[in-house]
């Protein structure tokens, strides 16, 4: 299955637990107002997306004439993808790290850690900018807040629920003709959450899949990013960066990397599964 298909697969599931949950507490009254108030909390991340991170780890802009050949790199794929350059800015850390963001490519923003600088060739820096610019064209930013307004109304009904619970605002012939019962409702409020936030981290690893797609296919070298991903996998446990969870699904690799998370809970796929598909790229098994 393409990431492109798994990615509307798993929105059309957020949609539906949505109507699901919509429908059994509170019809579809309860479904407009849980969406409503859930796009509005997150449609100041999403216009906001790039000065709300780059303020959030100290991210400086980076003058052409201070980096040169990063930005020929930037510029040349920028070039083959049809998109518009990128500002680039540095995150002033040595874990060896990078994200893009920005609610479209006309705004986009790719930022690299000095670490990261440091530590890839130029060959495989390039692998690593055409993952993240194959985000901006891919438009992961959207598609991420997307995610975010679909699973944040599912919390919103399961919230709404609870109190609903606690506070007997349905009498029991609604709870009856809604869905078989209080306990169905009790129910529904506690596993809804936790199936909306699987969902929502399923996504952003399938986008990453994606990016790893669309990002070797336009710098043309798969083993250039398979390379730099072995490398961020094992100097970004060396040096751990100081991340944000909100914000952890944004960058190359994960950088909360060095904590113990299961991979049903990371918001990144296992980086040996990401290397081992670029290597079927190369040798056009894929």
Not at 4 to 23: C, D, M, N, R, Y
Not at 100 to 120: E, K, W
Not at 138 to 162: E, F, P, Y
Not at 208 to 225: H, T
């Amino acid at each position: 299955m393409s990431s492109a298909v798994k990615t509307t697969f798993l929105l059309a599931s957020l949609t539906a637990l949505i109507l699901l949950f919509g429908e059994l507490f509170g019809g579809s009254e309860g479904v407009k107002w849980a969406f409503v108030i859930a796009a509005l909390m997150n449609l100041g991340s999403y216009w906001f997306s790039d000065k709300i991170v780059l303020m959030s780890y100290g991210a400086q802009p980076i003058a052409e004439s201070d980096a040169p050949e990063l930005y020929q790199i930037v510029r040349r794929l920028s070039q083959k993808a049809s998109v518009p350059m990128p500002r680039i800015y540095r995150i002033p850390t040595d874990s060896p790290n990078a994200f893009a963001t920005g609610r479209n490519p006309q705004h986009a923003v790719v930022a690299v850690t000095d670490g990261i600088l440091s530590l890839l060739s130029w060959e495989e820096l390039e692998g690593v900018l055409a993952h993240e610019l194959g985000h901006v064209f891919n438009r992961d930013i959207l598609v991420s807040s997307i995610a975010a307004t679909l699973a944040g109304a599912v919390m919103m009904l399961a919230r709404m629920a609870q109190w609903s619970a606690m506070f007997g605002g349905m009498s029991r012939d609604e709870r009856d003709n809604r869905g078989g019962g209080g306990l169905a409702l009790i129910l529904m409020a506690i596993l809804a959450p936790i199936a909306a936030m699987l969902i929502q981290l399923a996504v952003s690893r399938a986008r990453e899949y994606g990016a790893d797609d669309s990002g070797a296919r336009l710098c043309g070298n798969p083993e250039a990013l398979a390379s730099a991903l072995e490398k961020l996998a094992i100097q970004s446990g060396r040096i751990p960066m100081a991340a944000s969870p909100q914000t952890a699904h944004m960058f190359i690799v994960n950088p909360l990397s060095g904590r113990s998370f299961a991979n049903l809970f990371s918001t990144h796929p296992p980086i040996e599964e990401r290397i081992r598909r670029l290597r079927e790229m190369r040798l056009g098994v894929a």
